[in-house]
């Protein structure tokens, strides 16, 4: 039995190609292409012909090639048994020792341990272990303040840092190892003065021994 159909189909894909071929000819060939000012078309399949895409303009950036700046908390280099710099009640992490840039992340280390960045908008991310490195008594939670700012010392306001503070002390214990962990992560616009990183000095109330910190903090340029 003959499909009815058939004529239909044949009909439909006669006006397509004829169609496409009236398209076609209202476009000069010498304007077919894939270079600027080209028009494109498609092929036989309805497939876009390969193209340089190094012409492509206006893209929006991938997220992988976001600048970004890492630095190790506890570096053996770090003064202070991989504390930082002693700053009297607090240590400044130095940014001249266990950094490293990616994604063509800008900054410019200072002779004190800071450094400076181009204006914008960053995201400070990381985590690290709370370390007593010899057996003393703590209160804890681990009474640890960490924070990343500028134009205000240690630990700054927080209009101008990203700060973490402690949860209220609920005991404390003799210990020495791990007493916790901590982790950060926020927003913040900066100018170009100095930037410092750091975080509280806290002593164990038998021998003084400071708690340290163990881990890598990253900072994250947004905008």
Do not use: C, E, F, H
């Given at each position: 039995m003959t499909n009815p159909f058939?004529?239909?189909k044949d009909a439909?894909?006669?006006?397509k190609t004829a169609l496409d071929a009236a398209v076609s000819s209202l476009i000069p060939k010498s304007q077919i292409g894939t270079a600027p000012g080209d028009v494109v078309v498609l092929d036989a399949n309805g497939?876009?012909?390969?193209?340089?895409g190094s012409r492509l303009t206006n893209l929006a950036a991938p997220h992988g090639i976001l600048p970004v700046?890492?630095?190790e908390l506890g570096h053996s280099a770090q003064a202070n048994g991989g504390r930082g710099i002693d700053m009297g009640n607090w240590y400044q992490i130095d940014f001249r020792v266990g950094v490293g840039a990616s994604n063509g992340f800008q900054?410019?280390?200072n002779a004190d341990g800071t450094i400076t960045i181009p204006s914008g908008v960053y995201v400070v991310t990381g985590s690290a272990?709370?370390?007593?490195?010899?057996?003393?008594?703590?209160?804890l939670p681990a009474q640890m303040a960490f924070a990343v700012g500028q134009n205000y010392a240690f630990p700054g306001i927080y209009q101008y840092a990203v700060q973490q503070y402690p949860d209220a002390p609920v005991g404390s214990a003799s210990i020495s190892d791990v007493l916790g962990s901590l982790r950060v992560s926020g927003v913040q616009s900066w100018g170009s003065n100095p930037l410092w990183m750091g975080f509280?000095?806290?002593?164990?109330?038998?021998?003084?021994?400071?708690l340290a910190l163990q881990g890598y903090m990253s900072i994250v340029k947004v905008g």
């Open positions: 058939s004529n239909v439909v894909l006669m006006s497939r876009l012909p390969a193209i340089d700046l890492t630095i900054y410019t280390a272990k709370i370390l007593a490195p010899a057996t003393d008594t703590y209160q509280a000095k806290v002593l164990g109330s038998q021998n003084q021994t400071p």
